[in-house]
């Protein structure tokens, strides 16, 4: 079951580049971590300084939620290109409970936790692209991607 904003298409051309960063999330301090890994690639992309902000911020939203309900999982963060486009790609994978309702959580407002319930749809209005899968007892991966153009 995948929730997305903009659908992620498997295309043949987009190449992942050697940048890339794996962030162990176990704690908040993780969190912090995995947020300035990401701004400082994305800086390598050449995006805006508050863009940079979004993605760290979408970065945050995501790792918050393995801390909370997975307890601990990993932030890998990739430059990717697609012809004359470049971006980032976050991809947030654990081995948690897993999710069984994604169209449920992916509501404003929604928390099984002491959260707002903002942290799911936020970082996917926040990004280009964003797909959610899940599987009861096996865990749940984010993959998210933010286009420089």
Known sequence: MAANKAPMAANKAMTATREEVH??????????TARQEGRALASRAGFSSSNLT?????????????VEYAKEGQVTITLISDGQKRGVEVVAADQG???????????????????????????????DEFEIASEIGKGTT???????I
Not at 23 to 32: K, N
Not at 56 to 65: D, K, L, V
Not at 142 to 148: A, D, F, G, I, S
């Open 23 to 32: 962030v162990r999330i176990q704690s908040s301090a993780d969190i912090v």
């Open 142 to 148: 984010v993959r998210m991607r933010k286009w420089t």
């Open 54 to 66: 979004v993605i760290a911020t979408a970065i945050s939203e995501i790792a918050r939620n393995i």
């Open 97 to 127: 409970p897993g999710i069984a309702d994604i169209a449920t959580v992916m509501r404003d407002g929604y928390s099984t936790g002491r959260g707002m319930g903002i942290g799911l749809p936020g970082a996917r209005r926040l990004m």
